[in-house]
């Protein structure tokens, strides 16, 4: 059994609880939920909280109000209660100037979420912003998706609406990343061992190929300055890309 070192003392290892839970549809399955959750992503600001919900759909959640109910009432209550649903966007417009839930049917297999925000990182980081719409492009909060069949969808978080639709790999899109600087610069890694550099200020135009993989690529990172990429796949290396 495996223990820790005898420098270690256990007892001050600080133990996770759990506060709550979101669980996905369990039936009927309708083939758009209810298999594996397979990622996760929360927003730079902490606003909303992201996850697919095991096949082609995608749950986002305001997270202060989320947090705030699980604190208020317990995990069981919390999954259980219906009164507790928060509210979402209905076609009155309704609620406008509050946070609402949305569910995304991405159309296909979801393997990978990322949050986007031409906020710096540096400058997002309070959960009870003021709520209020921004012209994309400016202080805009997107959610990517990678899907299965090779695509890319990007939607506006406060509307749950589709924006764009970045179509060039032709494999799965095992993970996604935004450049922490705020210049909503999208990176993709996928199984035809290419990287893809957009900018979604420039209507999600493709700026670059990075081929360095032989094999799958399944994970990438940026630097928090932006300026350097790394990546890793089916292979030993990391590889390393300096954007510019």
């Known amino acids: 059994m495996a223990s820790f ?23 009927p399955f309708d083939k758009k939920c209810g298999r594996e959750n397979w990622t996760v992503a929360f927003a730079p600001d902490g606003s909303y909280f992201a996850w697919s919900q095991g096949h082609r759909t995608v749950k986002l959640v305001p997270w202060s109000q989320s947090l705030k109910n699980f604190l208020l009432h317990g995990t069981k209550n919390v999954t259980n209660s219906s009164s507790l649903r928060l509210p979402r966007q209905n076609s009155d417009g309704g609620q406008k100037n509050k946070p609402r839930e949305h569910i995304i049917d991405c159309g296909d297999i979801v393997w990978s979420l990322a949050f986007g925000s031409s906020v710096p990182e540096k400058q997002s ?18 959610l990517a998706t990678g899907l299965n069949n090779g695509r ?17 790999h032709t494999e799965v899109v095992r993970d996604l990343t935004f450049a922490p ?22 209507d999600g135009n493709m700026m670059k ?5 032989q094999n799958w690529v399944y994970s990438c990172a940026f630097s928090p300055d932006s300026s350097l990429l790394c990546s890793v796949g089916a292979s030993k290396a990391v590889v390393a890309a300096i954007l510019v």
Do not use: M
């Open 152 to 168: 890319i969808k990007i939607w506006d978080v406060y509307t749950g609406k589709l924006l764009l639709n970045l179509v060039d």
């Open 5 to 27: 070192p005898p420098r270690v003392n256990e007892k001050e290892i600080v133990r996770s609880r759990t506060i709550g839970e979101l669980l996905a549809p369990a039936a």
């Open 125 to 142: 980081r309070c959960v009870n912003i003021e709520w209020h719409r921004f012209t994309f492009g400016q202080d805009q909060l997107l």
């Open 181 to 202: 600087d705020g210049s909503l610069i999208l990176v993709s890694a996928s199984r035809d061992k290419t990287l893809r550099v957009w900018d979604l200020k420039d």
């Open 209 to 213: 190929v990075l081929r360095g993989h």
